[in-house]
């Protein structure tokens, strides 16, 4: 047996071990393989594919809000972090250290970037001198690393790629409003590109990124019920230009501090990605997303084989030219049926069949991944139709998961309820909560949850806390995360 033919091996039932489903998926559809090193992938093309379109995606959209890439060292000095207490204290136990380097023992250690915000506070200190100089508008696409103790491909890994924005402003109203901008990119370019339904809302103090005053975030629902956080943006007020000493004359000749925001997401939506839309025959992605959008598969006997080759060749050239992203798979050695169980294991959103009667009709047969449906389509109106199916399945994948969330986004009043609910269905709870970081842990400790945000959208506002039952200060989400 060919290496390629193992691909169509069946997968574990997500009903039956969701975790072992996600490692036979990402290992089938090649998007990764696990390095030397503990906790570190590697990413395969088809993997690092899909990183490069939400790259791309994402870097556009940035650029519209006048933001520009830049990039800065891989290692910081220790000094450094210790210069903002707080955010010293969340990153220290992910913190990996280079104490020596060309044989000699440095006087200083080097951290190997967990995040860039003191590296960057250091270097904004240099540049800012005047009102003039703000704002400053700087993204950073790079690698960084935390020592995690539990890792998972892709969505938690030892080291990872990702993009984090930093920003420095005149006033709190500008620095406040680049944060929320951020946030809101986030949510369209998570929802509307990757067809993934989010919870909006901010973090909790005890949640919030180390160092920051205020974090907002995006929470989404993977199909076992648990919660990715999807991407963040936080605000800084003037706690790192403090720390590093971002000061600038302002409008009266007066020296101030800047205020600040920085703003990520990771290779952690490659994750969600598959555990939003995969299914028992493994990934089901989103057309905007999919590197893949069509495969095209000729079909026929030998004797038929170089016509309905050719003609197919011809309208390859047509979807690529109307931009769509289209791949043909002509080999004679796998029969139609296994391409097209091997594609639909790849999640590629459409598959089109050609065969000599589909040539004698002047059509061809389009095949969506995510419903299933065949459509006969002609061959002149076929870069219409193809778009036609393209726009549907994002949308329909959008609308399922959407319905999953809606499906286990529950209320409950009580500690006890929401113990017994988590054991009888995972998803997102929506609780009060009074605000004391104790009836927080309680949670955390009783129940396995812990609140991923306080949403910015309730239909449900609830009065009293559930777990000392007095009167509540927030309604959260709760839920078991990854």
Known sequence: MSKDKQFVKEITPQAEDFSRWYIDVIKKADLMDYSPVRGCIVFKPDGYELWELCQRELDARFKETGHRNAYFPLFIPESFFQKEKEHVEGFNPELPWVTEAAGEQLEERLAIRPTSETMIGHMYAKWIQSYRDLPVLI????????????????????????????????????????????????????????????????????????????????????????????GTSHYMGTNFAEAFDIKYLDRDNQLQHAFTTSWGVSTRLIGALIMVHGDDRGLNLPPKVAPTQVVMIPIGPAKTRDQVVARTDELFAELKQAGIRVKVDDRSDQSPGWKFNEYEMRGVPVRLELGPRDMEKGQCVLVSRVTGEKRMVQQDQLVEEVQKLLDETQQELYERAKQFMADRFRSVDELDELKAAMEEERGFFLAGWCGSASCEHQVKEEAGATSRNIPFEVTEHKSKCLVCGENAQHTVVFAKAY
């Open 139 to 230: 993204n950073q696409w790079a690698n960084v690393v935390r020592w995690e103790k539990r890792t998972l491909p892709f969505l938690r890994t030892s080291e990872f790629l990702w993009q984090e924005g930093h920003t420095a402003h005149e006033t709190e109203e500008e620095a406040r409003k680049e944060t929320l901008q951020m946030l809101e990119i986030y949510r369209d370019f998570v929802e509307n590109f990757l067809a993934i339904p989010v919870i909006v809302g901010q973090k909790t103090p005890s949640e919030k990124f180390a160092g920051a005053k205020d974090t907002y975030s995006i929470e989404a629902m993977m199909k076992d019920g648990r919660a990715v956080q999807a």
